[in-house]
């Protein structure tokens, strides 16, 4: 899968400086902190995501609902 590049304008000055102590204390350059950081923020939305399922399974179990286009038809159909 090819890479792609980004371009984030108008950063707070403090933000970057932030940034790049964050990762000078992790050993890295700038550019591989926020490469990090954003693959991060992706896997936790992801992970977020199959946790909220997980949670929902849980609850639900093996229970089964109406189909919900059949009750509004017959709702209409009144």
């Given at each position: 899968m090819p890479t792609t590049q980004v371009l984030v304008r108008n950063i707070d000055p403090n933000v970057v400086d932030q940034l790049?102590?964050?990762?000078?204390?992790?050993?890295?350059?700038?550019?591989?902190?926020?490469?990090?950081?954003?693959?991060?923020?992706?896997?936790?939305?992801?992970?977020?995501?199959?946790?909220?399922?997980?949670y929902a399974e849980k609850i639900f179990g093996d229970q089964e609902f109406p189909d919900s286009v059949k009750l509004i038809r017959e709702d209409r159909d009144r």
């Open positions: 790049k102590e964050r990762a000078k204390g992790n050993g890295h350059s700038l550019q591989v902190e926020l490469r990090l950081i954003l693959i991060n923020a992706a896997k936790m939305r992801r992970s977020a995501l199959l946790a909220q399922i997980e």
